[in-house]
């Protein structure tokens, strides 16, 4: 029989769970001073939701990634290979030019 404490704690999973359904936002500000002269300030905003919550709150950016998704990769890469097939046709056509010339 597994051991529960008293006044039916929640398990990890549970808080886990609930704390990805509902997201928790944790924001924070450091700031370095000297003799009344700011420094340095750091900005620390860290949200922690499921996926799907994220995108409920409208946060997506991980989509547009090239190095977190496939899909920008491939977005990516088919824009370069637009681009280098672009050129060799440029190129292509300055060579045929300068062959007719010379």
Sequence with gaps: M???PEGGGANLADILERVLDKG???AGDIKINLLDIELLTIKLRLVV???E???EMGIDWWESDPSLSSRARSGELARENA???RRIAELEERAELEERRG
């Design 2 to 4: 597994a051991y529960q």
């Design 24 to 26: 928790v936002v944790i």
């Design 83 to 85: 681009e280098l097939q």
């Design 53 to 55: 919550r994220a995108k």
């Design 49 to 51: 939701a499921s996926v």
